[in-house]
Nanobody, 125 residues
Framework: VQLQAFGGGLVQTGDSLRPSCAAS????????MGWFRQPPGKERVLVAG????????SYADSVKGRFTIYRDNAKNTVYLQMNSLKPEDTAVYYC???????????????????WGQGTLVTVSS
């Protein structure tokens, strides 16, 4: 599978943004999907994960209530709706796939084995 993220940009505090990630291949609907982020000078961390059918999600505490992950398996696309953005959300955002069929470990950062190229989100104060 190949992943390509879109939709980053420069926004102000309190704004919204919705990056998307398009995946190639017919097996997308069997993969758990996640969004990671890597702030400048820091490690990459999992911020949101979604099960292969989209019925279950998980979030990092820092984004709960502000971010929503969802997917459209017919379009091979996963989205991250980001609301009430803060300067500390500034990072390169990566989508990722867990290629273990129907694994269900969408909440486990160690389960993901393929990442896209990343899209930069900058939130100004």
């Amino acid at each position: 599978v190949q992943l390509q993220a879109f939709g980053g940009g420069l926004v102000q505090t309190g704004d919204s943004l919705r990056p998307s990630c398009a995946a190639s291949g017919a097996a997308f609907s069997t993969y758990s999907m996640g969004w990671f982020r890597q702030p400048p000078g820091k490690e990459r961390v999992l911020v949101a994960g979604i099960s292969w059918r989209g019925g279950s999600t998980s979030y990092a505490d820092s984004v709960k209530g502000r971010f929503t992950i969802y997917r459209d398996n017919a379009k091979n696309t996963v989205y991250l709706q980001m609301n009430s953005l803060k300067p500390e959300d500034t990072a390169v955002y990566y989508c990722a796939a867990d290629r273990s069929y129907y694994s269900g470990r969408y909440y486990d950062a160690n389960s993901y084995d393929v990442w896209g190229q990343g899209t930069l989100v900058t939130v100004s104060s």
